[in-house]
């Protein structure tokens, strides 16, 4: 079976431009969940969708956007970017059932390089 | 608020060695803990995890986890480390909250193991 994958694998924007990046779950999976992986620190939360609708969001600006589709794949849009945006970012995904006891399972991740 | 502290940053063994990493968390409910591993220029995958139950937790590649409710832990071992276990070794919480699971992630501990 496939697991979670991601596009592109990597990516140069300059400042001020804008970067969607996209992902697809595993078969079955119904949530998605977002990360930002800086350099030297361990991933951070910024967003978590399932059937559809936002979740759950972390601390980030609004200049971060996501959005899920019918087939539950998802896509992260980052505006104005920022030198500080350069990350990786990870998708994982998760059944999405509502209990505590959720497994997520992550991608290869988008490697974002803003100059 | 929540929090997961990894103490090691880095760690070298030579193989054979045995190996244990820290990880102590700050999360108020109920506890859902992770492990996960980031091979060289692979994707984060899952190691091992611990729901509820035995608070000892076995995972792949021979690792283990002990769940001390009492000491906020949920350290990493393996009585012999070999080559391939050269790795980012990443400690996590789930945060259940408003209906939704989110990790929280430690800054990660790399670790390289000499031949």
């Known amino acids: 079976d496939a697991g979670v994958t991601q596009s592109p694998t990597h990516l140069i924007k300059t400042r001020g431009q804008h970067v969607t990046l996209r992902c697809s779950p595993i078969?079955?999976?119904?949530?998605v969940s977002w990360y930002q992986q800086v350099l030297g620190q361990g991933p951070q939360f910024i967003f978590q969708y399932y059937e559809k609708e936002e979740r759950g969001r972390g601390n980030f600006p609004d200049r971060f956007s996501a959005r899920q589709f019918p087939n539950y794949s998802s896509e992260l849009n980052v505006n104005a970017l920022l030198l500080g945006d350069s990350a990786l970012y990870l998708c994982a995904s998760s059944l999405g059932g509502r209990g505590r006891q959720e497994t997520q399972y992550f991608g290869p991740g988008t490697r974002l390089l803003v100059l | 608020a929540q929090s997961v502290s990894q103490h090691n940053h880095h760690v070298i063994l030579s193989e054979a060695a045995s190996l244990e990493l820290g990880c102590n968390y700050s999360?108020?409910?109920?506890?859902?803990l992770f492990w996960y591993v980031q091979y060289p220029g692979q994707h984060l995958q899952l190691l091992l995890k611990?729901?509820?139950?035995?608070?000892l937790v076995k995972g792949i590649k021979g690792f283990e986890a002990e769940f001390i409710k009492s000491k906020f832990s949920f350290n990493l071992r393996k009585p012999s480390v070999q080559w391939s276990d050269t790795a980012e070794y990443f400690c996590a919480v789930n945060a259940f909250s408003g209906g939704y699971n989110k990790l929280i992630f430690g800054a990660g501990t790399r670790l390289a193991v000499h031949p």
């Open positions: 999360y108020g409910g109920t506890v859902n």
């Open positions: 611990y729901f509820s139950g035995d608070p």
């Open positions: 078969s079955g999976h119904k949530s």
